[in-house]
């Protein structure tokens, strides 16, 4: 339903939104491992909650289950499995809303009645032929499943079980510290049938019991009667058990013209289909049957771009190349945002030779100019791309994929060429490559990123009121993402009767990535009201204003993403009175907490492991505690009796969350 916002990380600094897009990336890395496709709705994590009710209120129930229909109608699942029971036995409130939600979801996706709407945008009812909830981790004791999965059986194709694939897929969700072992032997599974539309036995041996999964149970899953369809489903199925059959690891190139022919009978029967669901489903055999053939050529497709980020109006070479001497290259085009342009181009030269290096020897490769929209939009996460109401992401944007968890490519390649005698179109993502001296070969996506981004030091300035005119300093950089000379000047828009030191000042950054600071003296006017007011940086080129602020989010398990926030300063000015208290920080997993301190003009002072160990802490009137921190400091650990002696004698000790371990090493100061 989510993606995870309100958790905590680990690994780094970021938190709700940004830690959603991470949190996204470590579920694809899952997904690359056990073959799933991962979907979402557009609700948001907003943290940990006891009851569904909490949950069905920040959520609404009606929105949060139009989605989930909308996935399933989408996605077109033969069975459901729904992992929560709806129930306080789930525990978290999301959980108990999700596990709710889910029999409704099943009902209605197949209602042509609910959500309407849904329709009219082309989808179309889908019945699952099974719901299932599954037994969770603690099933109470004696109660039946009716089918029991052996999770943990020994896949001799791929050399493993299941269930230790599913533990390397938690172990991706690092910033959850979700590391687990991949535990081998029997590990079973139970599933309770909650409805069925096929005869089953009880209990069942397979969760697919009942119902024709092969290429010729398509006509009989979606209805569609139309004369002749069976019988080239059929021939399409005994091309795809002769393919099998005649499959040689060390020769695959035998079944290639196998293949081709059932290439060209998934194209025959999709055309004789009816039921669109039917064609839809014959057009993912036609797929899986296309990429096969092009597997057992041993033809690789590569589009490269020579660079990762794009500023608009700007352009780029892109080299689309095909390994494999098995293909005969008809056509190749670069499917691009509207108002790109693209135009043919000469072979670059080489960027310089070693020994160690030679160059790639492409059997078929074409060259492309390729020129950014002069009005294209920086490139972020679609579901990001407007504010979001309460915990619930406004996706109306033109370029949302609903339920998906990125929007697609920016750019891909389509290279039309024969293999065996038919015509496949092979479609390749437009990318960045690059070598990394530690990690080697590293790929990025192609992202269009403003000509110059803004950055204040803070986000958040806080304003005792006064009597009297007061300064505030900012220090705001200005960033170059534009592949040659930038000037321009940077201001802050304030508001009226506010004065900033100096009024703008000038820019020249020569290349990309190059960033310069500017500091600024803002006056705050005597007897200023008490309220909220906003302070925008902006940033002038030419006649073009530039007010974004870019995150990068970037680790070395995930794609990088970028998003960006307008540069705005929240000020408060407050009735606001501090005690002159002395604060010592001890930081966890990473929190905003010590400059939020600072904000009200407490002094807050790092402390590390010789201040746990061996420092004075009477001078500090309170000690604050970071996130996780018995996970991620063992000197807060090993300190523990050092910290409750300072509050015995009168110190105050503020713990932010934290997980079992502060349990475990038995660190409360009283028995739990």
Excluded at 386 to 409: E, G, I, L, Y
Aim: glycine fraction near 8%.
């Amino acid at each position: 339903l989510n993606r995870g916002e309100g958790g905590q990380n680990v690994i780094g600094p970021e938190l709700f939104e940004p830690l959603g897009v991470i949190r996204t990336e470590e579920l694809l890395q899952a997904r690359r491992l056990d073959g799933g496709q991962q979907m979402f709705t557009n609700v948001m994590d907003y943290g940990f909650s006891k009851t569904r009710a909490e949950a069905t209120r920040i959520w609404g129930e009606q929105p949060t289950l139009g989605e989930m229909v909308r996935a399933i109608r989408t996605f077109r699942p033969l069975v459901i499995i729904s992992r929560f029971s709806g129930t306080p036995a789930d525990g978290h409130g999301q959980h108990q809303l999700a596990g709710y939600l889910t029999p409704l979801a099943y009902k209605a996706a197949a209602d042509p009645n609910q959500f309407p709407e849904q329709i009219k945008e082309g989808l179309l009812p889908w019945q699952a032929k099974k719901l299932y909830m599954g037994q969770g981790f603690t099933a109470p004791a004696g109660e039946k499943v009716s089918v029991t999965v052996d999770t943990g059986h020994f896949d001799p194709l791929i050399g493993r079980s299941y269930a230790e694939i599913a533990s390397e897929g938690r172990s991706q969700h690092k910033t959850q510290e979700m590391g687990t072992i991949e535990r081998r032997g029997d590990q079973f599974s139970g599933e309770k049938l909650l409805d069925s539309k096929v005869k089953t036995s009880s209990p069942e041996n397979d969760i697919f019991e009942g119902i024709d999964t092969s290429i010729t149970g398509i006509a009989k899953i979606t209805d569609d009667n139309e004369a002749g369809l069976g019988d080239k489903l059929a021939a399409l199925q005994a091309t795809a058990k002769k393919a099998l059959d005649e499959y040689n690891a060390y020769s695959p190139e035998k079944i290639v013209p196998v293949l081709a022919t059932g290439v060209t009978q998934a194209r025959e029967a999709k055309d004789a289909a009816q039921d669109p669901y039917a064609k839809a489903l014959i057009a993912e055999k036609e797929q899986e049957f296309a990429h096969a053939l092009q597997l057992a050529a041993g033809v690789v497709v590569d589009a490269l771009s020579d660079t990762d980020t794009i500023v608009a109006g700007d352009s780029t070479g892109v080299s689309v190349k095909v390994f494999g001497k098995a293909a005969a290259v008809k056509n190749v085009t670069l499917n691009m945002p509207s108002g790109w342009n693209v135009e043919a181009a000469s072979e670059p030269k080489p960027a310089g030779n070693s020994f160690f290096f030679r160059a790639e020897k492409a059997d078929a490769a074409s060259y492309f100019k390729m020129t950014a929209a002069s009005n294209a939009s920086p490139t972020q996460p679609y579901w990001l791309e407007k504010p979001r109401h309460n915990f619930t992401f406004d996706w109306s944007s033109a370029d949302a994929v609903k339920n998906a968890p990125f929007q697609h490519k920016l750019v891909t390649a389509s290279v039309t060429m024969t293999i065996g005698g038919v015509d496949i179109t092979a479609v390749q993502p437009v990318e960045y490559r690059f070598a990394d001296d530690i990690r080697g070969e590293l790929r990025r996506d192609l992202n269009v990123v403003p000509l110059v981004t803004v950055a204040p030091d803070t986000n958040l300035l806080i304003v005792p009121s006064s009597s009297k005119e007061q300064k505030q300093r900012v220090v705001v950089s200005v960033t170059n993402q534009a592949p040659r000379d930038t000037k321009g000047s940077v201001s802050l828009a304030l508001p009226a009767g506010w004065k900033a030191t100096p009024a703008s000042a000038e820019f020249d950054l020569a290349k990309k990535d190059e960033k310069t600071a500017v500091v600024f003296d803002v006056s705050v006017p005597a007897g200023a009201k008490v309220g909220k007011y906003d302070v925008t940086v902006n940033a002038k080129v030419g006649g073009n204003v530039y007010d974004q602020s870019m995150q990068e989010i970037a680790y070395p398990h995930i794609q990088t993403h970028r998003r960006y926030t307008t540069a705005t300063i929240a000020t408060e000015v407050l009735d606001l009175k501090v005690a002159p208290v002395r604060v010592g920080y001890i930081m966890g997993s990473g929190d905003a907490v010590p400059a939020a301190i600072k904000r009200l003009g407490i002094p807050v002072t790092m402390l590390e492991e010789k201040d746990l160990a061996t420092g004075d802490l009477s001078r500090f009137d309170t000690i604050v505690v970071g996130v996780r921190a018995s996970q991620v400091r063992p000197d807060f650990v090993a300190n523990n009796g050092r910290l409750l002696d300072f509050v015995r004698k009168g110190g105050t000790l503020i713990v932010q969350y934290q997980q079992n371990q502060i349990i475990q090493y038995n660190m409360l100061p009283f028995a739990a």
